[in-house]
């Protein structure tokens, strides 16, 4: 199955709760208040949240005024474009040696985005060590290390209680030893008012940069697409603490609230690069914003 095939059955539940909403906002007969009533009405049922809702008509407004559109199905193609304009960053292509640290609330996914992406980097070629920085959680490791067998990888661990930091040391050294591309950081899922572990994770980041200073280091945040705004809110604060580069997305297939990548997109301004669509190994693809788009439409 194609990336574009992927994405379109990912987003299913989210189609199937807003495509009804849509066809009858823009089957209006007239740009009134009522057209763009109807529009607000599906935008948030997808889960856009309020904000990015407003953000999203202002701009349909702006459009349709400058080009004097006057129907509503000419409308749908505008409305399309600015969706795909707000998700659509450019990414710097990823360099080797290459470190991605993800991190996040108990229970989105880390660690099986972690195993996933082991698996991807593996099918382009590219040598794998995952750091089991979740020294907490007492399955972690067990897991990680179930994933790295099912990619063909390594996995550095500890003992549980460990260290974190002391973990991607040893991690780096391996990957420096044996020359590895990719490096893959889980940690702990943490809250964000929690300040010690915060301030846990930014030693991890310090570790990273003084022993693999030359590396491309990518900082993901992993949000549960099932919680929608909420993911929003766990994006702003954990981005405040350390510097963040994307959002991975997981769980995307099992909800109605796929518009919440619109809202993280406006409100948290991040790009998301990678979403979870399903459960199998290579069910955790790149986002795009075209594909997504029009798999909404």
């Known amino acids: 199955m194609g990336f574009f095939q992927k994405i379109v059955a990912g987003i299913k539940k989210t189609k199937d709760a807003l495509s009804k909403k849509l066809f009858f ?3 209006a007969r007239a740009l009134d208040d009522e057209f763009y009533d109807n529009l607000e009405e599906a935008l948030l049922v997808a889960d856009v949240g309020y904000e990015a809702t407003e953000a999203l008509i202002s701009e349909l407004k702006d459009e349709i005024f400058s080009r004097k559109i ?18 659509d960053y450019e990414i710097p292509e990823f360099e080797y040696p290459l470190v991605i640290l993800l991190s996040g609330v108990n229970g989105v996914g880390k660690t099986t985005a972690i195993g996933k992406l082991a698996h991807m980097f593996k099918d382009m070629g590219k040598s794998v060590v995952i750091a089991a920085a979740d020294t907490f959680r007492a399955a ?17 661990r500890h003992n549980e209680g460990a260290d974190p930091a002391a973990v991607v040391f040893d991690a780096i050294s391996s990957a420096k030893a044996k020359n590895t591309d990719v490096v893959l950081v889980d940690t702990a899922g943490r809250l964000h008012n929690k300040k010690n572990l915060m301030a846990e994770l930014q030693k991890i980041c310090r570790v990273v940069e003084r022993e693999l200073p030359q590396a491309d280091f990518r900082k993901y945040i992993v949000l549960d697409a099932t919680t929608g705004q909420n993911a929003v809110s766990q994006a702003k604060i954990f981005s405040e603490d350390i510097e963040t580069d994307g959002i991975v997305l997981t769980k995307l297939d099992g909800t109605a609230k796929g518009g919440v990548v619109l809202a993280i997109s406006k409100e948290v301004e991040l790009p998301v690069t990678y979403v979870g669509v399903g459960e199998k190994i290579d069910d955790l693809i790149p986002f795009d914003a075209t594909d997504f788009v029009n798999a909404l439409f």
């Open 25 to 27: 906002a823009f089957s």
């Open 70 to 87: 006057k129907k509503p199905e000419e409308a749908r193609d505008v409305l399309k474009q600015l969706m795909i304009d707000d998700l």
């Open 140 to 156: 972690a490791s067990d897991q990680l290390e179930v994933w790295g067998e099912r990619a063909g990888v390594r996995v550095i």
